[in-house]
């Protein structure tokens, strides 16, 4: 198992651009080339209106202005607004349609990361916080919304304005377009500089960011334990903690971006003021007319708003990397539990289950959980699991589903390994009920249907009653369309796990697991739903785990596990008879019962 992190505990980054994260992305693209095709067309069209303005208006001032030619004059100034209209339709176009695709980059780098969240392995989930991993599918991705719907291909725009601009520039005079090019070096200069303050600090901020949603979570999920024990102020102060780191890094981020913005600023308007002073003084040999002087202001304008846009595109970048490396980090993690290449669909079961001599541990060289285990359970047969909490009852049942791989031995499923056939086949035949039920938002309905589908209103009805949940679900307000919160908040603990009990009954797994589905179920409850599970549990093989003894004494078989081991097995009166760990567990057990009563009923007399 991974080691945990916490929302105190910052994430490692790269110090430096991930430009392999960031070719990446292109892919995310390639699907809709065809839209970024007539994009760039219509870019290029922009780029080139952007040109000409300047070389018009040099026309106008240096030939048809002293000639007075109004004719001339009237053609250019037509074309000049027909170019200015063209060029507004154009940006119009170009930022819808940049937006719109952008968004469907978003959209599917959303799908594939919450995809592959789902197909990752227990080990995963339990070693990191899960508001680490909400941000990376959320906050992220929204981040990178901005270079994805403006910056990625205008930046291309950018780059082929500023390269025919250029050109242009050279060809009316080299040696003004000279002097607008000698303060370039400066702004290479101050860009390198920058960059590595700017990743570091967007690599701390996210890591800040990152901590404080991980906390936020964690206290919405434990805030009933806050309450209960009166630590809403010890909340408080570590939730100022963690936003005040948020804040800290924040404006050292801001500090640091708002260098880059005026930098360019100045490097272009000292570049335009040269080119004023050249132009007018003749520095250097330049001889230029006014019409020259004034469409190489506007050149320069062209010139440095490309540069000033792509710096802006590169701090974005900057910004970008490090939630990237976060996002393709978690999409290359490989699932330690998958299908391998040559699995094969677990045909229809009858439902024998063998641990041929199973050890495992979470880690190669951590501790061992299972110390060869040897379980053999034949078709249809009921067999209980019971020890002191840790002694590996859960992971015998996880290690069946294939939740977990054992680390020596095997398990097998009607003589098939489950390491060798599919994940989904697998689990399909499985039905696992939970001590910690979890019931999602929507309706009663639509909550026993998830095990099924494409079962009708009545198959799910049956399934309630033979549960024994059709008699409350009916006094709910809207019987099975009442809406319920999320973790069924509005329901009791027993009335969450009859209808998980429903749940997994109308999938009709062909082995059964129960891991202290009844712990929450009062005794009258607990009574009515054995009663109804006894005909289901009929030909299905089941294995239930449970501390209290009571459920199980009907079982056909008990193992008794302790420290990883199977100590003892038999049924209930053999190993009673027997008098070894099941019967210390066994009297333990009704003798605190029979102190509860005891207890009950001095009450009762005192009273």
Same mark, same amino acid.
């Given at each position: ?26 892919? !995310? ?9 007539? @994009? ?14 300047? !070389?018009?208006? +040099? ?27 063209? !060029? ?25 990361? =919450? ?9 995963? =989930? ?43 520039? =050279? ?23 920058? +960059? ?27 805030? +009933? ?87 802006? =595109? !590169?701090?974005?970048? @900057? ?73 590996? +009852? ?214």
């Amino acid at each position: 198992m991974a080691q945990r992190n916490t929302f105190r505990e910052d994430e490692e980054l790269e110090e430096r651009i991930n430009l392999r994260d960031i070719l990446r992305v292109g892919r !995310y693209l390639k699907p809709y080339l065809g839209r970024v095709a007539r @994009i760039l067309a219509v870019v290029v069209t922009m780029s080139c209106i952007q040109v000409a303005v300047p !070389y018009l208006t +040099k026309i106008m001032i240096d030939e048809a202005i002293p000639n007075r030619d109004l004719a001339t004059l009237g053609t250019l100034a037509g074309v000049l607004g027909a170019l200015i209209v063209t !060029y507004e339709l154009g940006l119009r176009y170009r930022t819808v349609a940049i937006t719109r695709v952008g968004q469907l980059m978003l959209r599917d780098m959303r799908r594939d990361i =919450f995809t592959h969240i789902q197909t990752l392995p227990f080990d995963y =989930f339990d070693s990191r916080p899960h508001g680490k991993i909400l941000v990376r599918v959320v906050n992220y991705v929204n981040t990178l919304s901005d270079t994805l719907s403006s910056g990625l291909i205008s930046v291309i725009a950018d780059v082929f304005t500023f390269a025919i601009t250029l050109v242009a520039m =050279f060809v009316i005079d080299w040696r003004l377009a000279a002097f607008s090019l000698a303060l370039f070096p400066v702004l290479v200069a101050w860009v390198t500089t920058l +960059k590595h303050f700017q990743r570091r600090a967007y690599r701390i901020l996210s890591n800040k960011q990152s901590n404080l949603n991980a906390y936020i979570h964690e206290s919405i999920a434990g805030v +009933k334990t806050t309450q209960t024990f009166a630590q809403e102020a010890a909340q408080f102060r570590t939730f100022q903690e963690q936003q005040g780191e948020v804040r800290r890094a924040w404006m050292r981020t801001v500090h640091i971006q708002f260098l880059m913005w005026p930098g360019i600023q100045t490097i272009s308007v000292t570049t335009i003021s040269l080119i004023y002073y050249v132009g007018v003084t003749g520095l250097g040999g330049v001889d230029v007319t006014t019409g020259v002087l004034i469409a190489f202001v506007g050149y320069a304008n062209n010139f440095w708003n490309p540069v000033i846009n792509i710096a802006n =595109f !590169y701090n974005q970048l @900057i910004t970008c990397s490090a939630y990237l490396e976060r996002i393709f980090e978690t999409m290359d993690i490989v699932p330690s539990i998958r299908d391998r290449a040559d699995a094969r669909d677990l045909p229809p079961i009858g439902g024998r289950v063998d641990f041929d001599h199973v050890t495992f541990r979470y880690e190669e060289d951590g501790e061992t959980i299972l110390d060869d285990v040897d379980l053999h359970v034949a078709p249809g047969r009921t067999v209980a699991l019971v020890g002191p909490t840790g002694a590996g +009852k859960t992971t015998i049942v996880s290690l069946m589903s294939r939740f977990y791989d054992v680390s020596a031995g095997a398990v097998r499923v009607d003589g098939h390994d489950v390491r060798g056939v599919t994940l989904a086949s697998l689990r399909r035949q499985m039905g696992v009920m939970l001590q910690d039920t979890f019931i999602f938002s929507g309706n009663v309905r639509e909550n026993i249907r998830y095990g099924r589908l494409d079962a009708t209103d009545e198959e799910v009805e049956a399934a309630a009653r033979a549960v024994h949940a059709h008699e409350f679900i009916m006094e709910l307000p809207d019987g099975y369309d009442t809406a319920v919160q999320e973790r069924g908040s509005t329901l009791s603990a027993g009335q969450r796990q009859l209808i998980a009990f429903a749940r997994v009954l109308l999938a009709d797994p062909r082995i059964l697991i129960l891991d202290e589905a009844t712990s929450n179920i009062d005794t009258h409850t607990e009574e009515a739903l054995q009663a109804g599970l006894r005909h289901l549990l009929k030909g299905r093989t089941s294995f239930i785990i449970a501390h209290r003894l009571s459920t199980i004494e009907n079982a056909d078989e008990i193992f008794v596990i302790d420290h990883g081991r199977i100590v003892e097995h038999g049924s209930h009166a053999e190993l009673l008879a027997a008098k070894g760990e099941y019967w210390r567990l066994h009297e333990s057990q009704y003798a605190m019962i029979r102190a509860e009563e005891a207890a009950g009923m001095s009450e009762v007399a005192g009273a």
